[in-house]
């Protein structure tokens, strides 16, 4: 926020620029990687909930890929950004400093980076959301799991999908473009606009979650009872 106001990055240095490009790199594809496990896990809790029924198994089909899917971000991007051997041009008048050199000098990598750790979970999320929706109205109607006790969570899960969705997929779609085509008009779009857009989400998921909540709404929206007591004489 405080390169779009004054311009600039706030500390001019290819140290800051680095470290601020790995954090925000990796912690945005932490949480598409964590949305997405989210959203296949969900089918398992729903559909298959002997897979979590000791601790042994919620190991190994929660506990395990969160670790996993937390760590994985954090590390490819320190190696491809911190520790890469290609010469990073910082530009401290760009936001984020511009794009870090892998993405425009190592073609195989940067193809990797965008298919493996965007469009894969994006297309997950859409992917197992969408599944989840029609395997419960078609379980709904055969009675086969307890719909009341899974409705919330999965109208919780499939919102929140849906905004990870909307924010991600101007920026996925245009980075397949710009994979095919290394166009440097859609390159800017990319950094100035669809970039900005991802800060959208955590902005945005408090507000998701509250809304979910179990007679939120009812309470906000309902007005008051007026209570008019009369005067003692």
């Keep these: ?7 600039t990055v706030t500390l001019a240095s290819d140290k800051f620029c680095s470290w601020w490009t790995w954090w925000e790199y990796a912690i945005n594809g932490l949480l598409l990687f964590v949305m997405a496990w989210g959203s296949v896990e ?18 190994f089909f929660h506990v395990l890929p969160m670790i996993l899917i937390c ?32 993405l425009t000098d190592q073609q195989v990598l940067a193809t990797y980076d965008f298919i493996a750790n965007v469009v894969f979970p994006i297309s997950a999320i859409a992917i197992a959301n ?11 109607r ?12 999965t109208r919780q899960l499939v919102s929140i999908a849906v905004i ?15 994979t095919f085509t290394s166009s440097a008009i859609l390159q800017n779009i990319q950094v100035d606009y669809f970039f900005f857009l991802l800060h959208m989400v955590p902005s945005l998921l408090p507000f998701i979650s509250l809304a ?13 009872r007026t209570t008019i007591v009369p005067l003692a004489q």
């Design 71 to 102: 760590l994985y971000p954090l590390i490819f991007y320190f190696i491809t950004v911190i520790l890469n051997t290609c010469k990073n041009q910082w530009n401290y008048n760009a936001v984020f400093c511009e794009l870090p050199c892998y």
């Design 1 to 7: 926020m405080a390169y779009y106001q004054h311009g």
């Design 42 to 59: 969900r089918h398992l809790l729903i559909f298959n909930r002997t897979m979590m029924d000791t601790k042994r198994k919620r190991f």
């Design 130 to 140: 969408i599944s989840l929706i029609f395997r419960i109205v078609r379980h709904k």
């Design 212 to 224: 979910c909540l179990s007679n939120f709404m009812k309470t906000i929206l309902k007005k008051p």
């Design 164 to 178: 990870y969705t909307v924010f991600w997929f101007p920026l996925t779609f245009n980075g397949l473009i710009i």
């Design 142 to 153: 055969r009675h086969q799991i307890a719909w009341r006790r899974q409705y919330k969570l």
